[in-house]
């Protein structure tokens, strides 16, 4: 495993498992495989219903609370009973704190919610606070007016869309980067037959899916790939025994088509997608 420290010293997994559209056994059985097989960070949300799942797939893989780094998010219909909404997941992951809480939309209350979020951060229930989809000019805005500086965005990112303008701007104020759907879309498997691409996959004797999350997390990334099949829950784990060198990094980069190939963060109902793999 490799690790990002974020803006308060909390260290990080680069690589954890994503939970977008789980539900029920499906979920539990999931997360708890994906720990079997190495991840230590697990995604949910509060708008994706599972949580409880999470929770219970953690319980079933018998590790210890303090080996994991559980992310969860606060849907912007409960911004302006945010504390009532984190208390709640607490209550679901079967936890007494959570390791990283997100602003999931930038809409409604969200200064308030933020307030929040700082509060409780304050108190020790949170141990790292940030955003999801927040545009520049919405974060710069946050960062301005409030004490806390989000210690990550949550942002779709893929070979397709890197983000580097976003990127830049977060890097300025110290916010890390956090990539939803590392691998696309689940009706758009384009980049998984980008020849460049495969020759990557055939040199390092990798699947693409293995070379599409390694070029993110060697520009300092954090992915969150999801797969409800164990053979791809464990390759997605598989990352960091080879490394792509700085002209196959560049012939990646090149690859950008600079536009979310999912939904944008002014339509809250086209809400990310992470492809099943």
């Known amino acids: ?62 590790i210890d609370r303090g080996e994991l780094f559980l992310v969860t998010k606060v849907n912007f219909k409960s911004y302006e009973n945010a504390e009532q909404t984190v208390m709640q997941s607490l209550a679901n992951l079967q936890t007494d704190y959570i390791d990283l809480l997100l602003l999931h939309w930038p809409f409604a209350n969200y200064y308030g919610a933020w307030r929040t979020l700082e509060k409780l951060y304050a108190e020790g ?58 691998l696309g879309q689940g009706n758009r498997n384009e980049m998984f037959q980008e020849p460049t691409v495969l020759s990557l996959a055939e040199k390092y004797s990798k699947t693409p899916a293995q070379i599409l999350l390694r070029f993110l997390t060697q520009k300092g990334i954090i992915v969150i790939p999801r797969s409800t099949k164990p053979e791809h829950i464990k390759e997605n784990f598989d990352l960091f025994d080879f490394e792509l060198n700085t002209a196959e990094l560049s012939q990646l980069s090149a690859l950008d088509k600079k536009e979310p190939l999912i939904g944008r963060p002014e339509t809250p109902e086209l809400v990310e997608f992470s492809l099943t793999w």
Request: charged share 20%.
């Open 125 to 182: 229930k949170i141990r790292a606070i940030g955003v999801s989809n927040f545009e520049p000019d919405q974060l710069l805005d946050l960062i301005a007016y409030n004490k806390v500086i989000p210690a990550i965005n949550q942002i779709e990112t893929n070979l397709y869309c890197q983000r580097n303008t976003e990127r830049s701007w977060m890097d300025k104020k110290q916010v890390s980067h956090m990539a939803y759907a590392p």
């Open 1 to 62: 495993m490799e690790y990002l420290t974020l803006n308060n010293g909390i260290q990080m997994p680069l690589i954890g498992f994503g939970t977008f559209m789980l539900g029920g056994e499906t979920c539990k059985n999931a997360v708890a495989e994906a720990i079997e097989n190495g991840y230590r960070m697990i995604d949910t949300a509060e708008a994706y219903g599972n949580e409880k799942e999470v929770g219970e797939g953690i319980r079933q893989s018998s």
